[in-house]
């Protein structure tokens, strides 16, 4: 009995003096070969160094602190900077495993958890991302080739795109976090649009600066975003040039935009890609305190391209659209119409804006749709309560729609600006009430237009000389115009053509101003 006892015990002691000569030389290799694999040995076109590097067999941990990434093609040009250059605070990787670091040259891990990352992407052009699955071969497959990971926790980021140059900031992105979970990359997602796939995300930073094109940029003060929400707080899209750069390098007439919001919020989202192609849903969108600004010079060229009506534009969108309600509370619009810099431009403003759209939906894939409803509410020109309810099915392919509303209380001077390019005139006095129901399609519109007025005034134009009153006609006009309609709301119909070079905007306007011809001249 004894001498078995004996012999397990010499054995039990020989099993763990392997197992100590095993882990001691395990980890001597780790130790030799980690290093090697990190920094001379990555199949990855960046050199990475750090200052302090810990590894633990038995928590399964590695972490590095002070890293740094430069791409390897700058041995070959000091003096190059494109590509990505970073700095790291500290490397957390959790519950590695042995096998794949010891024969396959690559990490794979649970998580990995990178603080205090500073990236900046040097380009030699002005486009943020040359194409979709440049951030596949530049971000995520050299990534790809080191280390494989089931979930990324990044913290406190700072990231930038800069244009060698020019020295020009194409995106910054401040203070972010990330976390992406169940991430799975292959040949096959390296492809696609987004090249990886997961099942939860979340992303939040403090501040975000994008420029989309040659002509505007896009800045943000705090965004949180996960699969199902998105809030971006102190929004805005703003053009880079003046208006009068603007103008100057314009071919053809084309609106300037200028917008802000304090915050947008988008609710129970659904987003992303099906064979390439964009799917986007979502049962609201609220955006509060909007302020736009739509600015259009008459000086260039008229653009004679069709414009399509908001059903076609809509109907052919190539992606899967789907906003149950369109919110906008609390916001300002304005259009602004210059014919030159010295005269200035004439102003139409929409303030205490509010608008709910619902079953807001592309055509894409479609053959049924429910009807498109728009209400607004709003003061017109400051003053004149104004109300709107519009209405267009998607899917008619006549471009049909419906638009009635009202305006009380306001001042026809205020008009001139309108009056006088589409009238060639302009008036004073007091519209008290103006109702009207209207109804068209690509082609047509027409329908009933009522007017209650009191002291009206007309000034007529020449015509060959549109800035010059023409007396004769101007005391004919008003020889022939009832200054008041006398307490009476007068009645009249409406029947006008599109001009298909303008916008659906245009298209409504000549309602208005075939109704108010017919009952004031």
């Given at each position: ?110 998580t ?9 992407l ?5 486009k ?7 951030v ?12 494989k ?11 930038s ?8 900031t194409l ?23 987004i ?35 998105l ?15 603007f ?16 915050k ?88 205490s ?24 509410d ?47 005139a ?55 115009l ?17 001009i ?5 905007y245009?298209y409504f ?13």
């Amino acid at each position: 009995m004894n001498k078995n006892i004996k012999k397990f015990g010499l054995i039990l002691v020989g099993i763990m003096a392997v197992v100590a000569v095993v882990s001691i030389g395990v980890n001597w290799w780790i130790d030799v070969k980690l290093p090697q694999l990190i920094s001379d040995k990555n199949e990855t076109p960046y050199h990475i160094k750090y200052q302090e590097l810990e590894i633990s067999l038995f928590s399964k941990t590695i972490e590095a602190r002070g890293i740094t990434i430069i791409p390897k093609e700058r041995e070959k040009d000091s003096l190059s900077k494109n590509g990505i250059f970073a700095t790291v605070e500290r490397v957390t990787i959790d519950n590695f495993a042995l096998f794949p670091l010891l024969f396959s040259n690559k990490i794979e891990a649970q998580t990995i958890t990178v603080r205090g990352p500073k990236v900046t992407l040097f380009k030699d052009n002005d486009k943020t991302i040359n194409s979709s699955k440049s951030v596949g071969s530049r971000v995520v497959k050299p990534f790809q080739q080191l280390i494989k990971v089931a979930d990324i926790n990044l913290e406190q980021g700072n990231f930038s795109i800069i244009n060698l140059k020019n020295n020009k900031t194409l995106f910054s992105a401040q203070n972010v976090t990330v976390q992406l979970d169940d991430i799975a990359i292959s040949d096959e997602t390296l492809q696609q649009k987004i090249p990886f796939t997961y099942k939860k995300y979340a992303f939040s930073c403090d501040s975000l600066f994008y420029q989309t094109d040659d002509l505007y940029h896009i800045k943000s003060d705090k965004i949180n975003t996960t699969n199902t929400g998105l809030e971006i707080n102190n929004f805005s899209m703003i053009s880079m040039f003046n208006r009068r750069q603007f103008v100057n390098q314009l071919p053809k007439e084309k609106d300037l935009y200028t917008l802000k919001a304090e915050k947008i919020a988008v609710k129970n989202m659904d987003w992303g890609f099906k064979k390439e192609v964009l799917f986007f849903k979502t049962n609201q969108i609220l955006i509060e305190q909007a302020n736009a600004n739509i600015y259009r010079s008459k000086m260039p060229e008229d653009d004679l391209s069709v414009k399509p009506l908001y059903n076609k534009l809509l109907r052919e969108l190539p992606f899967e659209l789907q906003v149950d309600t369109l919110t906008v509370a609390n916001s300002k619009l304005v259009y602004e119409e210059e014919k030159s810099f010295d005269k200035g431009p004439g102003i139409l403003e929409f303030s205490s804006f509010n608008l709910q759209a619902t079953h807001l939906n592309s055509g894409y894939q479609k053959t049924k749709l429910p009807d498109v409803v728009i209400a607004i509410d709003c003061k017109f020109m400051k003053r004149s309560p104004m109300k709107i309810d519009w209405r267009f099915n998607v899917m008619d392919q006549s471009d049909g729609f419906k638009i009635k509303g009202r305006i009380l209380n306001f001042e026809t001077g205020r008009l001139a600006v309108f009056t006088k390019p589409y009238l060639n005139a302009t008036t004073k006095g007091t519209l008290d009430q103006v109702y009207f129901n209207f109804a068209g399609n690509n082609n047509t519109a027409g329908g009933d237009f009522a007017l209650k007025y009191h002291d009206l005034k007309v000034k007529l134009y020449q015509k060959k000389n549109r800035d010059k009153e023409s007396k004769l006609k101007t005391w004919i006009g008003n020889l022939l115009l009832k200054d008041d309609s006398d307490g009476v709301l007068i009645e009249n119909e409406v029947s006008v053509e599109r001009i298909k070079e303008k916008s659906f905007y245009n298209y409504f306007w000549l309602c208005i101003a075939d109704g108010m011809k017919k009952t004031l001249i």
